[in-house]
């Protein structure tokens, strides 16, 4: 498909396919389910990651959390119990029988969660390909 390699020559960073829980939350927006982190902290409603890289992730939804150009408030596992807290924007939407994809550019990131998701990626980047 030419739009697919297109679209992979444009990748600033490499991706790491991966599996696992991250939870998606929209500023001034209530979701329906919302998970709470030591603190009050509102980590938002689960998704399942699919890939990330360096500046943004795609992950699985059942439905919607958004439409393109709506900022989101992500919080990714990390190494560890710690969590990493990153704010993006959508960049593309993919709606579907199994649920809805969507794909995200972080925008903003502490220099901790930064140094975090360093390590994630040096782990994920290392490990033979699937």
Request: charged share 20%; with cysteine.
């Amino acid at each position: 498909m030419p739009g697919a390699a297109l679209r992979e020559d444009r990748r600033a960073f490499p991706r790491a396919g991966v599996a696992g829980q991250i939870w998606v939350h929209r500023p001034n927006c209530r979701p329906q389910r919302t998970l709470r982190a030591g603190g009050g902290i509102n980590l938002g409603v689960p998704h399942t990651l699919a890939n990330i890289s360096f500046n943004g992730a795609k992950f699985q939804g059942a439905a919607p959390c958004g439409k393109i150009g709506d900022q989101l408030e992500i919080a990714l596992p990390a190494i560890g119990r710690e969590k990493i807290l990153v704010v993006g924007h959508i960049v593309r939407v993919e709606e579907g029988r199994a649920g809805c994809g969507v794909a995200v550019e972080f925008d903003h990131m502490s220099q901790l969660d930064q140094l975090r998701l360093s390590r994630v990626m040096g782990v994920l980047l290392s490990r033979p390909p699937r």
